[in-house]
């Protein structure tokens, strides 16, 4: 199954995908990227705010019951 994978505050710009170009329309901005089985997908974030353990940044999976689940996280920029 694919997942809609999205990170809070902050956007990013799609590398590549399994280390191939990416299409035309994923190009530009983006909060959500779609991660097929087995895929990796490389992205590159700019964090104009720096984080820490009271605010951290969140990614999960858009699909609620995989994110129920634990496919979920934080992390902190410094």
Partial sequence: MAHPFHIHNTQ?????????????HENGLKD????H????VRILIRFD??????LPYMYHCHILEHEDAGMMG?????
């Fill in 49 to 54: 705010h720096y984080s820490d353990p009271d």
């Fill in 12 to 24: 990013f710009r799609l590398l590549d995908r399994d280390g191939r170009p990416v299409q035309p």
């Fill in 74 to 78: 934080q992390f902190t920029v410094v």
């Fill in 37 to 40: 089985p087995g895929e990796s």
């Fill in 32 to 35: 959500t990227v779609l991660v």
